[in-house]
Antibody, heavy 120, light 108 residues
Framework: EVQLVESGGGLVQPGGSLRLSCAAS????????MNWVRQAPGKGLEWISY????????YYADSVKGRFTISRDNAKNSLFLQMSSLRAEDTAVYYC?????????????WGQGTLVTVSS | DIQMTQSPSSLSASVGDRVTITCRAS??????LNWYQQKPGKAPKLLID???NLQGGVPSRFSGSGSGTDFTLTITNLQPEDFATYYC??????????FGQGTRLDIK
């Protein structure tokens, strides 16, 4: 069974940093690209970052470019999101989601999310 | 960036009703349109990919149609468990995907 479990969320002050993790199991993690998607309280879904299986290609949404860094450790079946210069508008539930082998197919597997709150 | 616009943003209906949610893309996305259902506190659940391909285990009362820029999600014979928020998502420009703003379906 595919499982994605996010961790690392919490309360952080504006301008601060936080590192999110996503532990993957039930599939060959090193064979799949991965994504981070977030959802602000009461708002819609926003894709924020993508990384290929080897980490060689990375994309970011403009809203986080230059502040967030996606990475992965295939030996540890883990995906990461390093967030810095955090703003109040980064407050959201952050989900990791597995890409499918055909990139145009949508993510079927998502984690349960981890809440990041940016507030003083 | 491809913008996705859903309508309506909210909808009230009764058990047994038929409802339709519309999603419009700012440019042609051919058939690369997907639908998710999300319940409070839960991750999104994929219902339909490629405009009309129903996922395994999803009831047949859900259906999707459309191509190009205009798409619809139809739910017939609404059941209590269908009251949720629905999102369309374009994967034409994958991996940089975009979602519609969501349609909240409430019980009337």
């Amino acid at each position: 069974e595919v499982q994605l479990v996010e961790s690392g969320g919490g309360l952080v002050q504006p301008g601060g940093s936080l590192r999110l993790s996503c532990a993957a199991s039930g599939f060959t993690f090193s064979s799949y690209s991965m994504n981070w998607v977030r959802q602000a309280p009461g708002k819609g879904l926003e894709w924020i970052s993508y990384i290929t299986s080897t980490g060689s290609t990375i994309y970011y949404a403009d809203s986080v470019k230059g502040r967030f860094t996606i990475s992965r450790d295939n030996a540890k079946n883990s995906l990461f999101l390093q967030m810095s210069s955090l703003r109040a508008e980064d407050t959201a539930v952050y989900y990791c989601a597995r890409s499918e082998e055909r990139l145009v197919l949508p993510s079927r597997y998502w984690g349960q999310g981890t809440l990041v709150t940016v507030s003083s | 960036d491809i913008q996705m616009t859903q309508s309506p943003s909210s909808l009230s209906a009764s058990v047994g009703d038929r409802v339709t949610i519309t999603c419009r893309a700012s440019q042609s996305i051919i058939m690369y349109l997907n639908w998710y259902q999300q319940k409070p506190g839960k991750a999104p659940k994929l219902l339909i990919d490629s405009a009309s391909n129903l996922q395994g285990g999803v009831p047949s009362r859900f259906s999707g149609s459309g191509s190009g820029t205009d798409f619809t999600l139809t739910i017939t014979n609404l059941q209590p468990e269908d009251f949720a928020t629905y999102y369309c998502q374009q994967s034409y420009s994958a991996p940089t995907i975009t979602f519609g703003q969501g349609t909240r379906l409430d019980i009337k």
